[in-house]
């Protein structure tokens, strides 16, 4: 079936450092979602990517799908304690509604 | 909009009795989701509904599962008999497929222990 990992699984920052997650699908995306968790939460969506090689922005985060559309990457700009949490990205399989969620990156901010 | 709710927030129960799940997800969506967290496995989808109907259930680990929809406003998950190894914190979800936008909002999750 449909697998989909992230790199790193954890990643350890200073406050003020850049962070990036990287994720990889073993099969061709109709679109990628990215997700946040924070400890002892539940994953909240931040967005979706559609288009082969699409870039989004959300003020810190930078959000970008791949051209083959089979891995994607997530950038956070000057990290701040607020971006503590596990970043997920899921995409649909054979059914578009039905989303495989990565294996997820865990992100600790040294203050 | 209250958002995705569910019930307990927490359930810890001994092995062998019956535990159910509950989840309200938010008006006028028409998909709904249960997955299944744990460290070792990650997110795991267990099933889903469309307009209250079940599409795929091929993630329920076993028999000892099981999950309606009765309505489009509730869905449960009952777990009997309840074993250690169902330990885990279990999310429902909910969509709406809209004008291309497919992600989803989930509840807070019920943490289950079994003792």
């Known amino acids: 079936g449909q697998q989909v990992m992230q790199i790193p699984q954890y990643q350890h920052v200073q406050e003020g450092e850049d962070f990036t997650t990287y994720c990889n699908s073993s099969?061709?995306?109709?679109?990628i979602q990215w997700y946040k968790q924070r400890p002892g939460g539940h994953p909240v969506f931040l967005i979706q990517l559609v288009k082969s090689g699409e870039v989004k922005k959300q003020k810190r985060l930078t959000f970008q799908f791949g051209e083959a559309k089979k891995n994607s990457s997530l950038h956070i700009t000057a990290t701040q304690t607020t971006d503590v949490g596990t970043y997920f990205c899921a995409g649909p399989g054979r059914y578009y509604e039905k989303l495989t969620f990565g294996t997820g990156t865990r992100l600790t901010i040294i203050p | 909009d209250a958002g995705v709710i569910q019930s307990p927030r927490h359930e810890v129960t001994e092995m062998g009795q019956e535990v159910t799940l509950r989840c309200k997800p938010i008006s006028g969506h028409d998909y709904l989701f249960w997955y299944r967290q744990t460290m070792m496995r990650g997110l795991e989808l267990l099933i889903y509904f469309n307009n209250n109907v079940p599409i795929d259930d091929s993630g329920m680990p076993e028999d000892r599962f099981s999950a309606k929809m009765p309505n489009a406003s509730f869905s449960t998950l009952k777990i009997q008999p309840s074993e250690p190894r169902d330990s885990a914190v279990y999310f429902c979800a909910s969509s709406i497929h809209r004008e291309g936008n497919y992600g989803y909002t989930f509840g807070s999750g019920t943490r289950l222990t079994v003792v």
């Open positions: 099969t061709t995306l109709s679109n």
